[in-house]
């Protein structure tokens, strides 16, 4: 929602890129999680997948940003 309110092209991007980098460090603190409750690896192992999905999205949102330039 954050991004969806950005007052400029670029300001768009670089919120994109933040979401990037948060979705990379919650996967970050997923396999952190991991090493201390293995009981929750199913969890986690999807957590972490969606994680990643949002990861690829926010990424190629910001290839077709560049792209446009």
Known sequence: ?????????NDFRNKIFICKKESQENKHWL???EVFD???????????????SL???FQKI????????
């Open 31 to 33: 396999r952190m999680l």
């Open 1 to 9: 929602m954050e991004a969806n309110g950005a007052s400029s092209r």
């Open 55 to 57: 990861t690829m999205i």
């Open 38 to 52: 293995l009981n929750l690896k199913e969890k986690i192992l999807l957590l972490w997948q969606e994680a990643q």
């Open 62 to 69: 910001t290839n077709s940003l560049n792209k446009k330039v």
